[in-house]
């Protein structure tokens, strides 16, 4: 029964920054992968950055590495993506994924949130 809420999508200019944010509800204690994934019209689904809950170790698909930036804020319950340098080929519908897991990164996650907007112009 988790509940995923994002927000912080919008336009921005190449070179500009966004933080995403991912508030997150209805989940107990266990260990968890949470991530956010991206899909542009055309292309499939690609996993853009991770992080465990376990021991905190991130993950980031290559095209992202050094200019993006996932926490997590336990307080708060919530999980942000800080993108910084933003290309044009970042532009994308950006979800936000967990799922209870003895492991992470995982391909595939049970709880996801609506999705938010990530529009970078030239």
């Known amino acids: 029964q988790v509940q995923l809420v994002e927000s912080g999508g919008g336009s921005v200019q190449a070179g500009g920054s966004l933080t995403l944010s991912c508030a997150a509800s209805?989940?107990?204690?266990?260990?968890?992968?949470m991530g956010w994934f991206r899909q542009a019209p055309g292309k499939e689904r690609e996993g853009v950055a991770h992080?465990?809950?376990?021991?905190?170790?991130?993950y980031y698909t290559d095209s992202v590495k050094g200019r993006f930036t996932i926490s997590l804020n336990n307080f708060k319950n919530t999980l942000y993506l800080q993108m910084n340098s933003l290309k044009p080929e970042d532009t994308a519908m950006y979800y936000c994924?967990?799922?209870?897991?003895?492991?992470?990164?995982?391909?595939?996650?049970?709880?996801w949130g609506q999705g938010t907007q990530v529009t970078v112009s030239s």
């Open positions: 994924a967990a799922d209870r897991t003895h492991y992470c990164p995982i391909p595939d996650y049970n709880y």
């Open positions: 992080i465990y809950t376990r021991d905190l170790n991130t």
């Open positions: 209805g989940y107990t204690y266990g260990h968890y992968c």
